[in-house]
């Protein structure tokens, strides 16, 4: 099975949705996305390796090609002679002060080669600003059990080394090792290590002592009839064997589940892992088909979580209404209004499970209790401010948050900001000048009314607030007491600044 | 071991306050039955007194318990509470007396072995009544300097509102447990010298207690503090 260019879908520009990334990032096989310069920076398949470039990781710009600043204007000629004139699916690492940016330059599958550009900075407004052709690294010679494109770099964090893994359906995934220094194999004259089968968009990450290999199975490039998915094996050593989590070895197609289609999202492949530090990571990867842009394929970012040992894909926040639950304490955030019981006063009804809604011993079938919601109790809360603070969730309405996107707020990798109000109102959580909280009457788009919300890890919410005026770092929502939010500097290691969002 | 009995003799435990000799055991001169000594509180046996090493304040003055309906919700606990049944700015001493309708309430001062107060401890020895009440409990925290942007973080069983200085910074309620740093102020000013917390605890039936201390930015207990029953 072969991969093919999506360059119709590169030039749509839609109007995008609420909760897919925003501005122009219709891509194919996506890089991994790296941090320069305060900025985020992607290549993906395509004539000349398009580039795309985010202040945020929100809203994303085309920022034209790879291969303007290739001196050519296109892969180097031993590139060519051993692959192609095609250039997909590329990688990028940053080792020292140079970036090795390696592609896939098939020519007819699988002959195909694996090229490498070097360059010092992915800004293109810099006088530095170019990639020097370094020649191809690895190749297929279209006989071999190997297909050459699909690169994914690791730098292996426990000894410095540096791999290179590659390869597509024809054969084998395969596995190299790089010279830190020219990003070229440190021993040509190796045979490749076969590391999985059957599959494609090869990259490995390292966690906790384990190395893990993310591949994608399935078909692609064939819009909603693409069932592409991400899957993954794992070794505690660099070279392999990989295996799942049902001991199938990847070189015999094994490979656990890591993203499959889901929501309004068809054919997720090419993961590609994004470290922010404090311990939220998340993931990139390409969509086959976005059924809310048309169908067409885009660049994703998406929390990562780890469970058992093993990676998770987890959802980015969604419009709802939410209980907002500290993992420390267990208690809820509230506004800080006196809550009325769902249901008004009432007995709990007879023992053994029959009741009257009014007290004791009235057998028989009683109506339920409808939910409570802000109109019915909202008539004695305060016109004004109020406190924020949290109590035992009991599902009253001051207990209930509605989270919602703003739009042309900004956001940051995965979501655009959000605002924080009780549902079915307009109070906003806000932040003060003396970094509390407050909730105010009505929402108005100030930066302290605006909350970034990353899932972490473990599977828990760290919110934390656009701007809080003074502050001279970022603060997240904290639990300072059972009873008392704050905002704080996020720590990893502790469970203050970690949330819950459950829906009531 | 010193422990508070059913009674005090207002002199002998000022006396005691400020020597550190035990305080003596209640004298015959109170109607109600003797009852045993409250195992958790002591008499002061010294001026001042550290926080223990998690920082709790172990050392105050308490009124004996106001009967009041218990209502623990925030808007009756904060009609309770603002009922001024004594000029509110005006430092206690132990044996003070303070008149409740036809009651002759008094102001102890106490020293807790634990972490916490045990007002039930408290009003039990005392032979009074530990449902429906209102305990008002004060105590003065010595500060080296200015200490900025602390916290001054309490439990209580049930309801309670707490000052610092004369400003309200905490206001928990509803039926509760006693739980550490349950309420949290917001970050506040220890001034240099001596600083006045007044707390207020409303009772609706069972157990009763509280704990407080002060945290530092990092919320960890404050340190170099200590307590004392004085402003002077």
Redesign the interface.
Known sequence: MMKSCLAAAAILLLVAPMFALDGEPTMHDPSTLIQAGGKFYVYATGNGLPAFVSDDGWTWHRAGSVMQAVPGGRPGPDVIARGGNNTWAPDIIRVGDKYFLYYAAPGTQPKAAVGLLVGKTLDPASADYKWEDAGPVVSSDGVEDSNAIDPGVLRDPTTGTLWLTYGSYFGYIRLVELDPKTGKRLHPEAKPIDIAINSEASVMIFHEGWYYLLVTHGACCAGGNSSYNIRMGRSQKVTGPFVDNMSVGMLQGGGKLFAGSSGRHIGPGHFGLLDLGDGVQKFSCHYESDLDRGGISVLDIRPLLWRDGWPVAGDNVVTGTYEIESARTGTALEMA??GVPVGGARGRGGRGGAGGAAGRGDAGLVPPVPPQDAAQVSGNWPAGAVDARM?PYMLQAQQKWAITPVANAGGYPGSPYFKITIAGTDRALAATA???LVVLPAFTGAPEQLWRIDQLTDGTYRVMAKAVPDAKAPLALSA?????P?LAVFRADSD?QRWLLKTP | MKTIHDAFLPALGALALLCGSPVLPFAAQQPAPARGPAPSLNGPASPTKAPDAAGFLQRWLLLEPIKVAGQLTDSAVQAIVKKEYFPFTAMPHDGDKVSVGDESLTWHAVDTIAYNVNLFHFAYALNKPTSNVLFWAVTVVDAPRDMPGVRLAIGSNAASVWWLNGQEVIGIYNDRQTVIDDGVSTRVMLKKGPNTIRAAIVNAGGATDFCARFLDAADSPIKGIVVRLDKE
């Open positions: 209004v006196q109590a003396d970094a509390e300072v007491g059972s009873s008392t704050t203050r």
